[in-house]
């Protein structure tokens, strides 16, 4: 089944629907893997596999892999981290975060559809991962009734080596899978 606009490119192809389902199922199996802090906000590679399914798959694709993937963890499946799901989860303390990941995903799928510059994705990773940040932290905040010093500490000052070296693997993997994916997603 494909699915076109007044274009002859098409929207929903099988072969797009399948790689989005297979990076939403790999969200969904990578998101679970954490290690958790004492502040309550987990090291996971859930922004990893989001940011990579934004650039291999674009804005439109890599957000909806990412909002099926919260779908799923709204619905109960233990897919976040620590193998949690469900409603209370996503409202909790960390469910900004969690949330967030929508950001993240329409961040760096639109500038992965709009250049082909490496560092420019690199750069909309970081800005991804920021504003995944922010959202959280106002969350954590709010939620756990915490000040700003420390939500920073317990949700963004931890992370940063780790999404420094999450924003390398992406783009090191992007680079060469990403042109190997063109045919799929149009089939």
């Known amino acids: 089944m ?21 990076m939403a199922a790999a969200i969904c199996v990578i998101g679970p893997l954490s290690i958790p802090l004492a502040g309550g906000v987990p090291i996971s ?15 439109k694709r890599g ?3 990412t909002f099926l993937y919260l779908l799923l963890g709204l619905a109960g499946l233990p897919v ?4 949690t799901g469900g409603i209370g989860k996503l409202a909790g303390p960390t469910g900004g975060y969690l949330v967030g990941f929508l950001l993240l995903a329409l961040i760096v799928g639109k500038a992965s559809d709009m250049t082909d510059s490496w560092l420019m994705i690199a750069l909309a990773l970081v800005l991804g991962q920021l504003a995944d940040m922010a959202i959280g ?36 993997i992007g680079r060469t899978v990403k042109p190997l994916l063109g045919k799929v997603l149009d089939q």
């Open 45 to 59: 590679l859930q922004d990893f596999i989001i940011g990579l399914a934004a650039v291999l798959l674009g804005m």
């Open 137 to 172: 932290t106002a969350w954590l905040m709010w939620m756990a009734h915490m000040d700003l010093k420390a939500a920073l500490f317990a949700g963004v000052i931890p992370f940063l080596p780790g999404n420094a070296v999450k924003t390398v693997a992406v783009v090191l």
């Open 80 to 83: 976040f981290s620590g193998f």
């Open 63 to 65: 957000t909806m892999a």
């Open 2 to 22: 494909t699915v076109s606009n007044s274009d002859t490119k098409p929207i929903f192809s099988t072969g797009s629907m399948t790689v989005t389902a297979l």
